[in-house]
């Protein structure tokens, strides 16, 4: 079993539609990362939590450490979100553990 | 403030062939980190550089190497390099280790 795992790994919506990705760890972890990840392979960060709810524009993410899961939420997609979504969980050691990813693809 | 730059964006190698990949490290940061990311996958740790000095690092055998610079930059070796090494890399800078995180480009090797 993976340390993180995300779900769903494909997802397509319509334009205008609200999105949920969710991720589960199963370490413990000082930070979760959400992260962007366009075609051409650069990496954005969208936000890093360790508690909480944390929000950017039509981004929500959410973290519940006790269940060791946190959500990503997109209000009014756009086409322009689609890309590749990742969570990255940040251990005691230095290093970023990353699930597999969520390929969203929104659609006029 | 500028971000983190990886060179060359796009390689192309032989099997058996040695490769060196650049990172600079964004303005601030002290700590580098490097991924492999295999197609389809997410990235996985290679090493993390601190302050010059190897900082952790992944399951990957010993001809994946690397250095940082006194400017924080730094390289990634890979040595007799194989068809499953062909992959995109990431660097990633940050402070400390700790913190966020800021991503380059990506280079992508493909090895023939």
């Known amino acids: 079993k993976n340390e993180v795992e995300q779900s769903p790994q494909n997802l397509t919506a319509q334009e205008g539609e609200f999105i949920t990705i969710n991720c589960s760890y199963s370490?413990?972890?000082?930070?979760l990362h959400w992260l962007q990840q366009h075609p051409g392979g650069g990496i954005v960060s969208l936000f890093m939590l360790s508690s909480g709810k944390k929000k950017h524009g039509r981004l929500i993410a959410t973290i519940n450490i006790q269940e060791k899961h946190s959500s990503l939420h997109i209000t009014a997609s756009h086409p322009r979100d689609s890309a590749v979504y990742i969570c990255?969980?940040?251990?005691?050691?230095?290093?970023?553990?990353f699930g597999t990813g969520t390929r969203l693809q929104v659609t006029l | 403030e500028t971000g983190v730059t990886q060179s060359p964006t796009h390689l192309i190698k032989t099997r058996g062939q040695q490769v060196t990949l650049r990172c600079s490290s964004q303005?601030?940061?002290?700590?580098v980190s490097w991924y492999q990311q295999a197609l389809g996958q997410g990235p996985q740790f290679i090493f993390q550089?601190?302050?010059?000095?190897?900082?952790g690092r992944g399951n990957f055998p010993p001809r994946f190497s690397g250095l940082q610079f006194p400017n924080y930059s730094s390289e990634l070796n890979v040595n007799a390099l194989e068809l499953d090494d062909s992959a995109l890399y990431l660097c990633?800078?940050?402070?400390?280790?700790?913190?966020?995180?800021?991503f380059g480009s990506g280079t992508r090797l493909t090895v023939v």
């Open positions: 550089y601190y302050r010059e000095e190897e900082n």
């Open positions: 370490v413990g972890i000082s930070a």
């Open positions: 990633a800078s940050s402070f400390g280790g700790r913190g966020g995180y800021t």
């Open positions: 303005s601030g940061h002290n700590t």
């Open positions: 990255a969980v940040a251990g005691t050691a230095s290093k970023l553990t």
